[in-house]
């Protein structure tokens, strides 16, 4: 799987991006998929991996601010940008390197209206490519010399936004060109929270108050006053969660998340996993905590390893979803 990165906001925190200037707003109003988007006027932010020649990425995005050269999407390997997409004139355009314009999109970009940004980006020096897609129409490709200087891999996906407007970001993924799945587009898709809603088969965990396990770990935003924790290796609770509730819709991946922390010293592990109607349970690998609160993802299943078959809204409304205590510090 090549998946680099996949994020909804729909814990309604900020997560998987470091922010080198501004502030995010939550905002619950204006969501393209599930409960939250981020508002990010006047930030500059970027999403870290392993460096790629070739990279994947879209955004939802709906901004008041159409045309300024300020407004960015960029690739960037540390700290030196690649290339970048723009919106002026309520359309796209595409640079290589700092200044050097390579495309024009025509589709025409509506102000305070969600659309799907797609890119593909390869670096090369002659066969390099810039293709970017609205809302799935191909409105600039071109190919050429995309690799400035030496530099030959990408490891940062970033974005510059100017401040007093709205910028709403939503339903982010990044693939890179590698592997058997997730290798090209990342395609139109809409992230989604199905959380906790009754304690599942079982509870080994430790309740910070009363009876009740799932009423302690459904909180959005998480909290940091309701909790399960464990001491002993192995131990895990497992949880019902919320109907699936849509139709017409194709379930292309599933994944647990949690917002977890060691509380002795760094180094402890915890692992998350589903239950399926079989009643067997996949887990994810180890997952090191940090002695602060932070996100933890579970391995992404794209087919039911029941089946081996596409996800349907059945089978999620069956699954229960689990966490358990790998190792303590």
Same mark, same amino acid.
């Given at each position: 799987?090549?998946?680099?990165?996949?994020?909804?906001?729909?814990?309604?925190?900020?997560?998987?991006?470091?922010?080198?200037?501004?502030?995010?707003?939550?905002?619950?109003?204006?969501?393209?998929?599930?409960?939250?988007?981020?508002?990010?006027?006047?930030?500059?932010?970027?999403?870290?991996?392993?460096?790629?020649?070739?990279?994947?990425?879209?955004?939802?995005?709906?901004?008041?601010?159409?045309?300024?050269?300020?407004?960015?999407?960029?690739?960037?390997?540390?700290?030196?940008?690649?290339?970048?997409?723009?919106?002026?004139?309520?359309?796209?355009?595409?640079?290589?390197?700092?200044?050097?314009?390579?495309?024009?999109?025509?589709?025409?970009?509506?102000?305070?209206?969600?659309?799907?940004?797609?890119?593909?980006?390869?670096?090369?020096?002659?066969?390099?490519?810039?293709?970017?897609?609205?809302?799935?129409?191909?409105?600039?490709?071109?190919?050429?010399?995309?690799?400035?200087?030496?530099?030959?891999?990408?490891?940062?996906?970033?974005? *510059?936004?100017?401040?007093?407007?709205?910028?709403? /970001? %939503? @339903? &982010?993924?990044? =693939?890179?060109?590698?592997?058997?799945?997730? #290798?090209?587009?990342?395609?139109?898709?809409?992230?989604?929270?199905?959380?906790?809603?009754?304690?599942?088969?079982?509870?080994?965990?430790?309740? *910070?108050?009363?009876?009740?396990?799932?009423?302690? /770990? %459904? @909180? &959005?935003?998480? =909290?940091?006053?309701?909790?399960?924790?464990? #001491?002993?290796?192995?131990?895990?609770?497992?949880?019902?969660?919320?109907?699936?509730?849509?139709?017409?819709?194709?379930?292309?991946?599933?994944?647990?998340?949690?917002?977890?922390?060691?509380?002795?010293?760094?180094?402890?592990?915890?692992?998350?996993?589903?239950?399926?109607?079989?009643?067997?349970?996949?887990?994810?690998?180890?997952?090191?905590?940090?002695?602060?609160?932070?996100?933890?993802?579970?391995?992404?299943?794209?087919?039911?390893?029941?089946?081996?078959?596409?996800?349907?809204?059945?089978?999620?409304?069956?699954?229960?979803?689990?966490?358990?205590?790998?190792?303590?510090?």
């Amino acid at each position: 799987m090549t998946r680099l990165f996949t994020e909804g906001f729909e814990f309604g925190v900020f997560n998987g991006f470091i922010a080198t200037a501004g502030s995010p707003v939550r905002v619950s109003s204006t969501a393209r998929s599930g409960s939250y988007c981020f508002n990010v006027p006047g930030m500059t932010i970027y999403r870290e991996f392993s460096g790629v020649s070739e990279v994947y990425f879209r955004y939802g995005y709906n901004t008041s601010q159409i045309n300024s050269t300020n407004q960015r999407f960029q690739w960037l390997n540390g700290t030196t940008v690649l290339g970048h997409l723009r919106l002026e004139g309520e359309h796209i355009t595409a640079y290589t390197s700092g200044s050097t314009l390579i495309g024009t999109g025509s589709v025409f970009i509506p102000s305070s209206t969600w659309f799907l940004l797609e890119a593909y980006i390869k670096i090369d020096n002659s066969i390099g490519r810039i293709v970017v897609k609205i809302d799935g129409i191909t409105d600039i490709d071109f190919t050429g010399d995309t690799q400035p200087d030496a530099i030959t891999t990408i490891n940062r996906i970033g974005n *510059s936004f100017p401040g007093a407007s709205t910028h709403y /970001v %939503d @339903d &982010i993924a990044i =693939n890179n060109a590698l592997g058997e799945t997730d #290798s090209g587009w990342c395609g139109d898709g809409h992230i989604i929270l199905l959380k906790p809603v009754s304690d599942g088969d079982v509870l080994q965990l430790i309740p *910070s108050s009363g009876s009740s396990h799932w009423s302690l /770990v %459904d @909180d &959005i935003p998480p =909290n940091i006053t309701d909790y399960v924790s464990g #001491s002993t290796v192995g131990e895990y609770d497992l949880y019902h969660i919320s109907d699936f509730g849509l139709t017409g819709q194709t379930i292309s991946r599933i994944w647990t998340e949690s917002t977890s922390l060691d509380t002795v010293a760094e180094g402890g592990y915890i692992s998350l996993g589903i239950k399926r109607v079989s009643g067997s349970i996949s887990w994810s690998g180890s997952l090191v905590q940090l002695t602060s609160y932070s996100q933890s993802k579970g391995t992404e299943y794209l087919l039911n390893p029941d089946d081996g078959q596409p996800w349907e809204a059945s089978d999620l409304n069956s699954l229960q979803i689990a966490i358990k205590t790998e190792q303590i510090s």
